[in-house]
């Protein structure tokens, strides 16, 4: 049995930019401090997601580089690999968002964009064109972020048949008025979005973990859910909170994910 210990740091909205590399920093030595191999962030956590009706500074590649060289310090010394949710100023300086890999040396492994930008975003964000797979500690990991993975299981497939065992998916869901309020993970009344993370696991036969920001009334909340599609564990809605667990990276065949036949037409063999 090979067991990895992760963490999904559900935090607060940052009230500044600086704040949320204070707030990554104090999670990371927590999770240090719980012997965790990897701790996982939400989307764009630093320096902040670009929700449409806050108002953030304009992205700052020099900012972000400082933010990612100290959060890079903090593992190192707390021996702990980050996902970080992030954003980096493309070349039209438009944000993209992004996870920045950093292993327990403290080392950057790499940066993964987020590919598929959802309609609402197309006037803050641009898209990503590439897909890489990491290697932190005994694990091998894909990032989806957001809107890719509850909409486009081929993104977590595509990590899955790459070898991941664990597909991370940084996410920002907020409550909006009128929706319902969640108290229990895969509510038939809530949409669809945590029956899909359910699917992204068992489909691939890999480890699916999901992270949101601890906001009010949280329509999504942050859980980890094992290979056959069943929830391991979740954070309760809208709680500050590391969460905590232990998974079976043996279990992560991706068996699933490698029989995909890639023939499709009416003469394709069944």
């Known amino acids: 049995m090979a067991l990895f210990r992760l963490a999904l740091a559900t935090l607060p909205y940052p009230a500044t930019p600086e704040e949320s590399v204070q707030r990554a920093i104090r999670a990371l030595k927590d999770a240090g401090a719980a012997k965790t191999d990897l701790i996982v962030f939400p989307e764009c956590y630093v320096p902040g997601y670009r929700?449409?009706?806050?108002?953030?500074p304009p992205p700052d590649q020099a900012f972000l580089e400082d933010a990612w060289r100290a959060i890079a310090d903090a593992a190192g010394e707390a021996?702990?690999?980050?996902?970080?949710?992030?954003?980096?100023?493309?070349?039209?300086?438009r944000p993209i968002p992004c996870a920045v890999v950093i292993d327990a040396n403290g080392q950057l492994l790499g940066v993964q964009d987020k590919v598929q930008i959802p309609p609402e975003e197309e006037g803050t964000y641009v898209g990503g064109c590439d897909r890489q797979i990491f290697q932190l500690g005994d694990a091998v990991i894909g990032v989806v972020i957001c809107h890719e993975g509850w909409r486009y299981p081929e993104t977590v497939r595509w990590a899955a048949r790459q070898g991941a065992q664990l597909v991370l998916h940084p996410h920002y869901s907020w409550h909006e008025s009128g929706a319902f309020v969640p108290h229990t993970f895969g509510d038939p009344r809530n949409s669809f979005h945590e029956k899909a993370a359910l699917c992204r696991a068992a489909e691939n036969t890999c480890w699916f973990a999901t992270v949101n920001y601890a906001t009010p009334d949280a329509p999504t909340t942050s859980a980890v859910v094992d290979p056959d599609g069943?929830?391991?564990?979740?954070?309760?809605?809208?709680?500050?909170?590391?969460?905590?667990?232990?998974?079976?990276?043996?279990?992560a065949t991706g068996l699933l994910a490698k029989r995909l036949r890639n023939t499709v037409g009416r003469d394709a063999p069944m």
Do not use: K
Not at 51 to 56: A, V
Not at 233 to 245: A, N, R, S
């Open 51 to 56: 929700r449409p009706d806050l108002t953030l």
């Open 79 to 93: 021996r702990v690999g980050v996902v970080l949710g992030s954003e980096r100023v493309g070349t039209d300086a």
């Open 230 to 251: 069943v929830v391991q564990v979740w954070q309760p809605y809208g709680v500050e909170g590391l969460l905590v667990t232990d998974i079976d990276l043996s279990r």
